[in-house]
Nanobody, 125 residues
């Protein structure tokens, strides 16, 4: 099992930027796939981005071109750079891990085994 701790949430105006970070602890040799999900109040969890062992990335259509996922395996860290933020990006953001390769579909949160506690992102108009 892997423990995930997120940092970097906050409040920003529309058009602004935030950078989320995630530190992974435990059996990080199982880090086949890392990613980010988010959940707005009253809504279902939504896959935002994922990155696999080879660095291949997947993004939700809603964030493509605005968000960038990256990682440093040596430091067991994952980031999500979020630019041109919109009010609809507001939600709790979770760092996730899946032992599966290739990365599961972002539409299947059940295939991501480990979840952080989340960090809040609020974008005001």
């Amino acid at each position: 099992q892997i423990q995930l701790d997120e940092l970097g949430g906050g409040s920003v105006q529309a058009g602004g930027s935030l950078r989320l970070s995630c530190s992974a602890y435990g059996r990080t040799d199982e880090s086949s796939c890392m990613g980010w999900f988010r959940q707005a109040p009253g809504q279902q969890r939504e896959g935002v981005a994922s990155i696999d062992l080879q660095g291949r990335r997947n993004y939700a259509t809603s964030v493509k071109g605005r968000f960038t996922i990256s990682k440093d395996d040596n430091r067991n860290k994952l980031w999500l750079q979020m630019d041109t933020l919109k009010p609809e990006d507001t939600g709790m953001y979770y760092c996730v891990h899946s032992p599966f390769y290739p990365c599961p579909d972002l539409g299947k949160p059940e295939d991501f085994r480990d979840w952080g506690k989340g960090t809040q992102v609020t974008v005001s108009s």
